[in-house]
């Protein structure tokens, strides 16, 4: 079955740079959008990223366009996503998700990781 596993979070201060990668086994993703998600305490998961896996197309969140960057690399089924210039603010637990379609959101998602932990201090 479809398995996604985040890795690479951690506690970093204001300005740092944080790679995170997403390994998905279980399937061949073609036919899939994947994507990055944050949530933070008392706040409601938000998109960060999606990436259209067959064509490489990307969606960036306004909030972080400019200092992250996802990306995926086909041979090794993974999906990453490289931060820069980190705030605060970027501070929660980020999750990869997967959906079979054009589109990944909180709603049509159909795979979850279990999340790692991103925290800025200032």
């Known amino acids: 079955q479809v398995q996604l596993v985040e890795s690479g979070g951690g506690l970093v201060q204001t300005g740092d740079s944080l790679r995170l990668s997403c390994r998905a086994s279980?399937?061949?993703?073609?036919?899939?959008?994947m994507g990055w998600f944050r949530q933070a305490p008392g706040k409601e998961r938000e998109s960060v990223a999606t990436?259209?896996?067959?064509?490489?197309?990307?969606n960036t969140a306004d909030t972080v366009k400019g200092r992250f960057t996802i990306s995926r690399d086909i041979t090794k089924n993974t999906v990453s996503l490289q931060m820069n210039s980190l705030k605060p603010e970027d501070t929660a637990v980020y999750y990869c998700?997967?959906?079979?379609?054009?589109?990944?959101?909180?709603?049509?998602?159909?795979?979850w990781g279990q999340g790692t932990q991103v925290t800025v201090s200032s």
């Open positions: 998700a997967a959906a079979r379609g054009i589109y990944v959101t909180r709603a049509n998602a159909d795979y």
């Open positions: 279980g399937s061949t993703f073609s036919s899939y959008t």
């Open positions: 990436i259209r896996w067959s064509s490489g197309s990307t």
